[in-house]
């Protein structure tokens, strides 16, 4: 059984950034590639970007390009979100996720969720 | 990017009633690579359905998906307590994957 372990919840300040992780049981994500989506209050899931931790290529929706950085380190197993530039509208769970087998964005394996709440 | 819309907004059924979630594309999924997931308070997206009607590990056989190109179905036969949730549907046809507005399955 895939599990996903995020860090926990921050609270960040306007222009500020923030720094979440996550780790596959087992210590690896076996190949695959690891999303990180997110979800502000009331709203419907989006997505962020990806990488593929055994290559260290990581690809971003355009909305975030140039304020997030998804980086791997493969000895420990670890994917980290970075997002800079904090706003009120950063305000969100952001949830990583991994692909179910070959389908890429297929989102099979999700992390509990990491609150982050921007704030002054 | 592709737009997904999800009707109804809410939906208030009785348990054992039928429900129908319906998700419309704004241009046709050629692959017809399209997910349902199932969410409830506190709790990350659960997928359900992938590839359109290709029910995930441990998914009861109450959930059905169809349809194909733009418009896209989920079918719950008969409600159970636990189904009520809010449900997504989510493209990963093309990039970026996008996801729907939701569907809140409430109690009657």
């Known amino acids: 059984q895939v599990q996903l372990v995020q860090s926990g919840a921050e609270v960040k300040k306007p222009g500020s950034s923030v720094r979440v992780s996550c780790v596959a049981s087992?210590?690896?994500?076996?190949?695959?590639?690891v999303n990180w989506v997110r979800q502000a209050p009331g709203h419907g899931p989006e997505w962020m970007g990806r990488?593929?931790?055994?290559?260290?290529?990581?690809n971003y929706a355009q909305k975030f390009q140039g304020r997030l950085s998804i980086t791997a380190d493969t000895s420990t197993g670890t994917v980290f979100m970075g997002l800079i530039s904090l706003t009120y509208e950063d305000t969100a769970i952001y949830y990583c996720?991994?692909?179910?087998?070959?389908?890429?964005?297929?989102?099979?394996?999700w992390g509990q969720g990491t609150l982050v709440t921007v704030s002054s | 990017e592709v737009l997904l819309t999800q009707s109804p907004g809410t939906l208030s059924l009785s348990p054992g009633e039928r429900a129908a979630l319906s998700c419309r594309a704004g241009q046709s999924l050629t692959n017809t690579f399209l997910a349902w997931y199932q969410q409830k308070p506190g709790q990350a997206p659960r997928l359900l359905v992938y590839g359109g009607s290709s029910r995930a590990t441990g998914i009861p056989d109450r959930f059905s998906g169809s349809g194909s190109g733009t418009d896209f179905t989920l079918i719950i036969s008969r409600l159970e307590a636990e189904d009520f949730a809010v449900y997504y549907c989510?493209?990963?046809?093309?990039?970026?994957?996008?996801f729907g507005g939701g569907t809140k399955v409430e109690i009657k």
């Open positions: 996720t991994r692909d179910r087998g070959s389908s890429s964005y297929l989102f099979a394996y």
């Open positions: 990488i593929l931790p055994v290559l260290g290529i990581a």
């Open positions: 989510q493209q990963y046809d093309s990039s970026p994957p996008t």
């Open positions: 087992g210590g690896t994500f076996s190949g695959y590639a």
